[in-house]
């Protein structure tokens, strides 16, 4: 158990659909971020935040919309996805939002746009 | 661009077989180093990192790699691999000229070994 913990494990979700991802953190990290991994594909940094700031968008669709109330809990909300959406999304986190720290990882949910 | 490579999309091993997964970076500047694995059904864990010092890094579970500044690589090795090491590898970089704080990954690299 690492300390990251994601809901839901899995999501199956129509294109019109809105539904949110969540996480959570439980190790004091200061920093949070949304990785996107498809088969045969490096992990995509999606959304970084620290210390509840938004300091990166990888020219995400706006389709994802990310928040983050508080340096424990982020949520990535989803709307109107596409099939080529379909993905493990993983949440992490790290003590700061520096490269002198390592990430730690949830779980991912499994999500699948129909 | 900055970008990291991992060259072998699969391996496979028998037990007690030698490990050397390939890890080459572009990014010029002082990076930090991080090798990370996915069992089966299982989060991304840290296998490893290098951020200064001795190049030759000691890992969990046996798992060492070594930074080689000239050749921007950062191998992965095990001397006997196990049963249940088979798992996903994934190498990653942070830092480089521009102090990118985005941890950048390759592509990963399949395990399988045979029993």
């Known amino acids: 158990e690492t300390g990251v913990t994601q809901t839901p494990r899995h999501l199956v979700m129509g294109m019109t659909n809105k539904k949110s991802l969540k996480c959570e953190q439980h190790?004091?990290?200061?920093?949070m971020y949304w990785y996107k991994q498809s088969a045969k594909k490096p992990l995509e940094l999606m959304f970084v935040?620290?210390?509840?700031?938004?300091?990166e968008n990888n020219s995400v669709p706006s389709r994802f919309s990310p928040e983050c109330p508080n340096s424990s809990h982020l949520f990535l909300h989803l709307h109107t996805l596409q099939p080529e959406d379909s993905a493990l999304y993983l949440c992490a986190s790290s003590q700061g939002g520096s490269s002198s720290y390592e990430q730690y990882f949830g779980p991912g949910t499994r999500l699948t746009v129909t | 661009a900055q970008s990291v490579s991992q060259h072998n999309h699969h391996v496979i091993l028998s037990e007690a077989a030698s490990l050397e997964l390939g890890c080459n970076y572009s990014y010029g500047g002082t990076v930090n180093l991080f090798w990370y694995v996915q069992y089966p059904g299982q989060h991304l864990q840290l296998l490893l990192k290098?951020?200064?010092?001795?190049?030759l890094v000691k890992g969990i579970k046996g798992f060492e790699a070594e930074f080689i500044k000239s050749k921007f690589s950062f191998n992965l090795r095990k001397p006997s691999v196990q049963w249940s090491d088979t798992a996903e590898y994934f190498c990653?970089?942070?830092?480089?000229?521009?102090?990118?704080?985005?941890?950048?990954f390759g592509a990963g690299t399949r395990l399988t070994v045979k029993p």
């Open positions: 935040y620290n210390f509840k700031e938004q300091t």
């Open positions: 290098y951020f200064s010092g001795d190049p």
């Open positions: 990653a970089v942070m830092g480089g000229v521009y102090n990118n704080n985005d941890m950048r």
């Open positions: 190790l004091g990290h200061n920093a």
